[in-house]
């Protein structure tokens, strides 16, 4: 036996047990390490309804917000991985919860792409935004729609000041991390004339980047393209990342 097949028989039971922790980090979370020779990127899906602080039942698809901040954080201090790849196709969910997950988003200093595919509704906006770059696919849909409350409901001023602070907080993380200008959002947001039992709007891919509420026309492929990019710049030879590879601030 020759040095290479030594080193292949040595390497293969931990190649073997990297991929049983791949499919399990799939099955379990829906995402896993991503990226060709050199590239250390995380993809990190984000689909379903957003679960919050009530656990939905078993027939709905979802992603758990007590999941995701820590795996999060995890990944602002890991060595292993450059960038984060974020994968939206949601219906919404709870507001506190997935505004929680975006304001984590946009706190990490590793560069970070999403990319909106199917649809990235009601709370799933500020997840689009919060990345340093968002991208979505000209199919995908985003629904825009004022704050919306399900349940025992109060009848009193203070209810409604809570909604409206509440919808203003939204408001104000969407326009600090797009270029989508506070009376397009909100006029979108109040729209009468789309919805049949409410009130907002249903924007698709291109509009939603003409509006300045997505950056750019673009699939996984060229989410990719463009983190390979802000983690490593053009220029980067022979797989080595460049000296700012952890740097990475918002360009909008």
């Keep these: 036996m020759n040095e290479t097949d030594e080193k292949e028989k040595n390497d293969a039971p931990a190649a073997a047990e990297s991929n049983h922790d791949s499919i399990d980090?799939?099955?379990?979370?829906?995402?896993?390490?991503?990226?060709?020779?050199?590239?250390?990127?995380?993809?990190?899906?984000?689909?379903?309804?957003?679960?919050?602080?009530?656990?939905?039942?078993?027939?709905?698809?979802?992603?758990?917000?007590?999941?995701?901040?820590?795996?999060?954080?995890?990944?602002?201090?890991?060595?292993?991985?450059?960038g984060v790849l974020i994968v939206l196709n949601t219906m919404g969910g709870d507001v506190e919860a997935g505004l929680a997950i975006a304001e984590v988003i946009a706190s990490m200093t590793k560069p970070s792409v999403s990319v909106v595919l199917g649809g990235g509704h009601s709370i799933g906006v500020p997840l689009a935004v919060s990345a340093k770059k968002s991208l979505i696919v000209p199919s995908a849909t985003m629904t825009i729609h004022p704050v919306r409350t399900t349940g025992t409901v109060i009848n009193v001023p203070q209810t409604y000041h809570y909604l409206s602070d509440m919808q203003n907080r939204i408001i104000r993380f969407i326009t600090e991390h797009s270029r989508v200008s506070e009376d397009r959002l909100r006029q979108m947001m109040m729209c009468t004339e789309q919805l049949t039992n409410d009130i907002g709007s249903v924007i698709d891919g291109e509009e939603a980047v003409r509006c300045g509420l997505i950056d750019g026309i673009g699939g996984v492929g060229e989410a990719l393209a463009l983190l390979r990019k802000l983690c490593y710049g053009e220029e980067r030879k022979d797989g080595e990342p460049s000296e700012d590879s952890h740097t990475g601030t918002r360009q909008k």
């Design 25 to 82: 980090r799939i099955i379990e979370m829906g995402s896993t390490y991503a990226g060709g020779d050199g590239d250390k990127f995380y993809c990190l899906s984000i689909i379903g309804q957003i679960e919050g602080h009530y656990v939905l039942d078993n027939t709905q698809k979802t992603t758990k917000y007590d999941h995701l901040i820590p795996l999060l954080v995890g990944l602002e201090e890991s060595p292993k991985v450059d």
